[in-house]
């Protein structure tokens, strides 16, 4: 089976921009979570999408959001980019939410905002 | 609140030595706990966790992981380190304060594992 897949996996972007990142989760896995990882912060929890519905949310502005699609994959989109967005975002897959499912991640998107 | 704390920044090891990396947690109810690994420029490989059952739990590349519940503990161990066991390790616990159990993970900082030859 292939593992999770996240595009791009580099990005370089401005302040002020937007970004949209993507998330293939594992062939029927339906949930898809969202993390962040800086050195400063460590790994911090964004949001988690099951079947389409936001699931839960982390403490995070409203900059940032994401969406899932009815095949499960997901997209993330941070608006109005700040330099401290610069981070590994990284995607995890599940088969459900809940239950005593591990998560698998991907290899993550590393963005960079100048 | 659940929290996972993982003392050591670094642990340094011989190559043929027994590792240990500590984490302990702190949550309201049962904890579910993980163990993650993550290689440079990779993203985290899953390695064990702790549902129920068994203290002593077994996992990926030889290792394993005693859950200590009146130390409110989860060390991850392997009786034998080799140099490509050099990696970050996470330690992580699933916050299940919501109602429907979802998926959030609460990591710990990290440690950083060196084997040396």
């Known amino acids: 089976k292939a593992g999770v897949t996240q595009t791009p996996r580099y990005l370089i972007k401005t302040r002020g921009q937007q970004v949209t990142l993507s998330c293939s989760p594992i062939?029927?896995?339906?949930?898809v979570s969202w993390y962040q990882q800086t050195p400063g912060q460590g790994l911090q929890f964004l949001f988690e999408?099951?079947?389409?519905?936001?699931?839960n949310k982390g403490n995070f502005p409203g900059r940032f959001s994401g969406r899932q699609f009815s095949n499960s994959r997901s997209e993330m989109n941070v608006s109005t980019l700040e330099l401290g967005d610069s981070a590994l975002y990284l995607c995890?897959?599940?088969?459900?939410?809940?239950?005593?499912?591990?998560?698998?991640f991907g290899p993550g998107t590393r963005l960079t905002v100048t | 609140a659940q929290s996972v704390a993982q003392p050591e920044d670094q642990v340094k090891v011989a190559e043929g030595n027994p590792l240990t990396v500590k984490c302990t947690y702190s949550?309201?109810?049962?904890?579910?706990l993980f163990w993650y690994v993550q290689y440079p420029n990779r993203g985290l490989q899953f390695l064990l966790k702790y549902i129920t059952g068994d203290n002593l739990v077994k996992g990926s590349y030889g290792f394993e992981a005693e859950f200590n519940k009146s130390q409110t503990s989860f060390h991850l161990k392997k009786p034998s380190a080799l140099v490509s066991d050099s990696a970050l390790y996470f330690c992580a616990v699933r916050d299940i304060g919501r109602a429907g159990g979802y998926n959030k993970l609460i990591f710990g900082a990290g440690t950083r594992l060196a084997v040396h030859p």
């Open positions: 949550v309201s109810g049962n904890p579910y």
């Open positions: 995890a897959s599940s088969p459900s939410s809940g239950g005593t499912y591990e998560q698998y």
């Open positions: 062939s029927g896995h339906r949930s």
């Open positions: 999408y099951f079947s389409e519905t936001q699931r």
